[in-house]
């Protein structure tokens, strides 16, 4: 009776072998790249920005992380500067270093907004649309944050248009509250031609305020052109209160009458 030995296959120890050192390899490869608890809790702690009651992330809970927060642009509403409180101090303040009073009803920077009747505008928006009207670019610094700020500190003069005003009063409005600031009044009448029908010196400085003031249509939501149109309550006349102040300063006004305009520029004699 023959019998049959089973033949042995000597490559199966090996493959098994090699699995095993393989799995071995796997296993210290992984825990070679694993980083220490205290460094996975802080990635994680990386990963989960917790938020407080208004929903801003609390910088606290991020150990070596700097969260930076957008500053949100301030915005003057002209409805509420009837009320007493912050902006009502705040308005009363920027007029009283500008020399003015009633001739602007509030005065904003580059960087903020203000709201008449229902109407929010972008004082930003406004000069960008101004700049290019002019084929100029408003140019703009951003802070820290990424938020606008102020260009050199400027301060804009809003006047909300009344019923019954006209462009002609309302510059010569600012033009009196700032030379009464100066210690000197001007007559009523000194905006008026002289005998000769030539314009007086005051004339000639309103006639060059017009070339430098905005007139912004709120209804609209633009910059217009149309100075001697002028909607109650639906239209702002914006002025460069820095610009206002550097030409007036410049002015002797013993010398007015000497002043020279020829519908783009003025010419203020040396002494």
Do not use: C
Not at 144 to 159: C, I, N
């Amino acid at each position: 009776m023959r019998t049959y030995r089973q033949k042995r296959h000597p490559r199966m120890p090996i493959i098994a072998l090699a699995v095993v050192i393989a799995t071995v390899l796997v296993v210290i490869w992984i825990v070679m790249d694993r980083p220490p608890d205290d460094n996975r809790r802080t990635e994680k702690q990386k990963m989960q920005v917790t938020q407080d009651k208004s929903g801003v992330p609390k910088t606290d809970s991020l150990p070596g992380v700097v969260v930076k927060q957008i500053s949100k642009p301030t915005v003057i509403d002209y409805n509420k500067l009837a009320k007493e409180g912050t902006l009502k101090d705040l308005m009363a303040s920027r007029k009283k270093d500008l020399g003015v009073k009633n001739s602007v009803d509030i005065v904003v920077k580059p960087n903020e907004s203000f709201t008449v009747g229902g109407n929010t505008v972008s004082m930003e928006k406004v000069l960008e649309q101004a700049f290019a009207g002019k084929g100029k670019v408003f140019e703009k610094e951003l802070d820290q944050s990424g938020a606008q700020k102020p260009v050199g500190g400027t301060s804009y003069g809003v006047y909300v248009v009344q019923p019954r005003d006209n462009i002609w009063n309302i510059h010569f409005r600012i033009l009196k509250e700032y030379y009464i600031h100066k210690g000197v009044r001007l007559e009523e009448n000194a905006d008026e031609p002289a005998i000769s029908g030539m314009s007086s010196g005051v004339g000639k400085i309103l006639k060059f305020s017009e070339t430098m003031v905005i007139i912004y249509n709120l209804k609209e939501k633009e910059v217009t052109e149309d100075i001697n149109t002028i909607d109650p309550l639906s239209k702002v006349v914006i002025y460069n209160m820095d610009e206002i102040i550097a030409l007036l300063e410049q002015i002797d006004l013993n010398h007015v009458d000497k002043l020279r305009f020829d519908g783009s520029n003025i010419w203020i004699p040396v002494h």
